[in-house]
């Protein structure tokens, strides 16, 4: 699996933001696909972002090394 | 700048975890996932490997109290968590009602897949008695009966090899009718 950056959002608008300004920035959400898709190398995220709007909203976000700021 | 004490860069994390009851810290890389920070960084072997695909259902856990398949999961996504593996689901010595069913209604061969079905089975009772419908619940706006159609499909993550599904399915009903 490529390194990756991880972020955790606050709240859906900064989770937003952080995947809108970055193409590679991924949702994570519950990671049962992504994960998978991330370890056979079929999806190479710069960014992933658990995005969990439940009880608590909360978000995520990994951005893989050396990609753009 | 990192924090002299925080995490080496951005690609690791330091994370606590309550693990079955015992407060732990650790740093990760992101890539980690939580069924090996909890078998390679802090030496719990309750949960098993299978497939690492989360097809098998050998990693479950009980994670903040719901049912989860650990190798699907970033452990840096879960820093605080609280994990109940098979392991802490015994009170010391005294086993949990669902492991004692295992048990007594011989609910395994090999054992391997057994930790991931005990926890699955305790947080699928719970589900149930929260009145979680399943797939095969025919009326939605009715409690749903605890048939075995419902066990089977409610407990289908978890792959057993051996095929002892037979007696897990008595040993999850006996527990759920203690």
Known sequence: MIPFDYERATDVDGAVATVTAD?????????????????????????????????AVEGTAVRRVGSAP | ???????????????????DGEHRTLEVDTRTTLLDALREHLGVTAPKKGCDHGQCGSCTVLLDGRRATTCLTFAVA??????????????????????????????????????????????MLD?????????????????????????????????CRCGAYTNILAAIRQAAEA
């Open chain 1, 23 to 55: 193409p590679d920035a991924r949702f994570l959400a519950g990671g049962t696909n992504l994960v998978d898709h991330m370890k056979l190398g079929v999806a190479q995220p710069g960014r992933t972002r658990p995005l969990r709007v439940s009880d």
């Open chain 2, 1 to 19: 700048m990192n924090h002299p004490s925080g995490p080496r860069d951005a690609r690791h994390a330091k994370i606590a975890l309550d693990v």
């Open chain 2, 127 to 159: 589900e149930f008695w929260a009145q979680h419908p399943s797939n095969v619940t025919e009326d939605l706006t009715a409690p749903p009966e605890l048939t075995d159609d419902e066990i089977r499909e409610r407990m289908s993550g978890n792959l």
């Open chain 2, 78 to 123: 879960h820093d605080g968590a609280r994990i109940t593996t098979a392991r802490g689901l015994a009170d010391g010595d005294e086993l949990h009602a669902m492991q004692q069913a295992f048990v007594e209604q011989d609910g395994l061969q090999c054992g391997y897949c057994t930790p991931g079905q005990v926890c699955s089975a305790v947080g």
